[in-house]
């Protein structure tokens, strides 16, 4: 294949962004590189920076995704959950999102990059739908009083927490489906007026 033959391809960033997350899926980040993913999408070494700058700039962009990707199953949450309790199947959706990409999870919570153009809006975008059910919540009485972003960040900081023990194999896999399957109630009913 001619080196101009390679750099076409009909949308080279999305497909960038899905082949990096799917590698970073199986074998983690740092067996990704743009030389692999360029590889695997059959385009040539130097066709991928022209969209990323570097290994960081497409990590950045994979974290963004991620958000992308929980705000998309969130969404996806909602549609299917019929009358039942909303709040427990959002958490669900996150403890089966984080135990199913681990290593894009914790790229997604990594902060240690330079700031990224868009993140905030897509991080803010991915916790709307949970935000907005617990205000919901608040207002039916069903869920404690306070700032909605607070009580949100400590779910999610209980449920990231046991899933991130559960994918360092500090919680056992015969144990973790059972722990996580409770996981939800419990830290909610922390969050209903007694």
């Known amino acids: 294949m001619t080196d101009s033959?390679?750099?076409?391809?009909?949308?080279?960033?999305?497909?960038?962004?899905?082949?990096?997350?799917?590698?970073?899926?199986?074998?983690?980040?740092?067996?990704?590189?743009?030389r692999r993913i360029a590889r695997?999408?059959?385009?040539?070494?130097?066709?991928?920076?022209?969209?990323?700058?570097?290994?960081?700039?497409?990590?950045?962009?994979?974290?963004?995704?991620?958000?992308?990707?929980?705000g998309d199953a969130y969404a996806e949450?909602?549609?299917?959950?019929?009358?039942?309790?909303?709040?427990?199947?959002?958490?669900v959706t996150y403890l089966e999102f984080s135990m199913a990409r681990p290593e894009l999870v914790q790229l997604m919570f990594t902060r240690k990059h330079s700031p990224v153009e868009g993140m905030d809006e897509a991080?803010?975008?991915?916790?709307?739908?949970?935000?907005?059910?617990?205000?919901?919540?608040?207002?039916?009485?069903?869920?404690?009083?306070?700032?909605?972003?607070?009580?949100?960040i400590y779910v999610v900081a209980v449920l990231h927490g046991l899933t991130s023990l559960a994918n360092a194999g500090f919680?056992?896999?015969?144990?973790?489906?059972s722990l996580l399957a409770s996981a939800a109630d419990h830290v909610l009913d922390g969050l209903r007026p007694r």
């Open 5 to 34: 033959a390679r750099y076409h391809h009909g949308n080279l960033r999305p497909a960038l962004l899905a082949r990096a997350v799917e590698v970073i899926e199986v074998d983690g980040v740092r067996d990704m590189s743009l």
């Open 40 to 70: 695997d999408l059959g385009v040539s070494h130097g066709a991928p920076q022209r969209h990323f700058s570097g290994k960081a700039d497409l990590l950045d962009a994979v974290a963004k995704q991620g958000f992308t990707m929980l």
């Open 77 to 91: 949450t909602m549609r299917n959950v019929g009358g039942g309790d909303r709040l427990t199947a959002l958490a």
């Open 123 to 152: 991080v803010a975008e991915a916790f709307r739908v949970p935000l907005e059910v617990i205000a919901e919540e608040q207002r039916r009485g069903n869920l404690i009083e306070g700032d909605p972003e607070q009580l949100g």
């Open 171 to 177: 919680i056992t896999a015969g144990s973790s489906q």
